[in-house]
Nanobody, 123 residues
Framework: QVQLLESGGGLVQAGGSLRLSCAAS????????MGWFRQAPGKVREFVAA????????EYLDSVKGRFTISRDNAKNTVYLQMDRLLPEDTAVYYC????????????????WGQGTLVTVSS
């Protein structure tokens, strides 16, 4: 079992930055690949970013490439999502998730999910 707790969401103006954190507990963090997803109001949840096994390979939603960066710190059992040059369309609840295998962009690959943190980007 892995428990995930996101933090760092909030209100920011367009062009600003936020860093989301996701603290993991309950199992060996380094055994899991980590991902971030988001769900905007009235929309389905979508993949945002994922890393595979200590950032050996990272993947991003096309619309966030060059603006968002996923990273992890195994010593702190934490994964981060640095979000720069935020746009109003980035407004969503952001979720972190943990997987032990499978495709990094597929929600079904993830075994554990956090409760989410709200990011609101004003224009």
């Amino acid at each position: 079992q892995v428990q995930l707790l996101e933090s760092g969401g909030g209100l920011v103006q367009a062009g600003g930055s936020l860093r989301l954190s996701c603290a993991a507990s309950g199992s060996t963090f380094s055994n899991y690949g980590m991902g971030w997803f988001r769900q905007a109001p009235g929309k389905v949840r979508e993949f945002v970013a994922a890393e595979m096994w200590n950032n050996e390979r990272v993947e991003y939603l096309d619309s966030v490439k060059g603006r968002f960066t996923i990273s992890r710190d195994n010593a702190k059992n934490t994964v981060y999502l640095q979000m720069d040059r935020l746009l109003p369309e980035d407004t969503a609840v952001y979720y972190c998730a943990a997987r032990s295998g499978g495709r990094s962009w597929a929600q079904g690959s993830y075994d554990y999910w956090g409760q989410g943190t709200l990011v609101t980007v004003s224009s």
